[in-house]
């Protein structure tokens, strides 16, 4: 009877003394990715894993773009990348057409930010000197 008491305290111990810690999450609750092949979106379940968020439609492919101040996953068509606007500007506060598909500001610290896109079937164009989707 003894013997079985030490065994126990024994077992006891080594059980507190050795607590298993669980592996850390593959990802951060709550942030989205493209998936490889990128033709879905995936979020990050509550568990850390990776979890289909909606498919791509036929035709498009996601990919990683600017949006709200950080990178978000998009179902995005195959086009043409307009051309790269120029990276540094001189009157701060002024409005550019940005290729034909965007306006541009030159902001405080002398470079171009996009300020959006023109909806479809529209196209960037002076009108009165100010840049506009018409």
């Given at each position: ?12 111990t ?88 965007a ?9 171009y ?8 079937g ?13």
């Amino acid at each position: 009877m003894r013997d079985t008491a030490a065994v126990l305290t024994l077992l006891t111990t080594a059980a507190l003394a050795s607590p298993t810690t669980p592996p850390p999450p593959k990802c951060t609750y709550g942030a989205y990715r493209c998936a490889n092949p990128p033709t879905k979106i995936e979020v990050c379940d509550y568990y850390g894993n990776w979890q289909l968020d909606w498919p791509c439609p036929q035709g498009t492919s996601c990919q990683v773009l600017a949006s709200g101040g950080g990178m978000i996953p998009y179902c995005t068509t195959p086009s043409t990348p307009p051309p790269p606007p120029p990276t540094q500007c001189t009157t701060p506060g002024k409005y550019e057409c940005m290729g034909t598909a965007a306006i541009q500001v030159c902001n405080a610290m002398g470079s171009y930010e996009k300020v959006g896109d023109c909806p479809a079937g529209t196209k960037c164009g002076l009108l009165g000197g100010m840049p506009y989707c018409l």
